[in-house]
């Protein structure tokens, strides 16, 4: 499949493809992780806690010899 991309004021955005497995769902939250698109040796962990209305996002490296360092993050925007 050809790769198309979008211009945005100077700046090209190339789409990203990555698969994401829901490990946990329910009615109090939702947990999905996928290894991250352009480091295979990354794993993102999203979690989603419907009733608190937040959602967390960890960047975990998969073995010793990954260059990347732990990170999360809480994200922020709108109401759930």
């Known amino acids: 499949m050809?790769?198309?991309s979008t211009t945005t004021k100077g700046k090209t955005w190339k789409p990203r493809c990555s698969i994401t497995?829901?490990?946990?769902?329910?009615?109090?939250m939702l947990?999905?992780?996928g290894v991250m698109p352009?480091?295979?040796?990354v794993t993102r962990s999203l979690v989603v806690a419907?009733?608190?209305g937040f959602a967390s996002l960890e960047l975990l490296p998969k073995g010793?010899?990954?260059?990347f360092d732990a990170s999360a993050a809480m994200l922020v925007g709108d109401p759930l």
């Open 2 to 4: 050809p790769q198309s």
């Open 21 to 28: 497995k829901v490990v946990e769902w329910t009615e109090q």
């Open 31 to 33: 947990h999905a992780i």
């Open 38 to 41: 352009h480091a295979d040796c």
């Open 50 to 52: 419907l009733p608190d």
């Open 64 to 67: 010793d010899d990954c260059e």
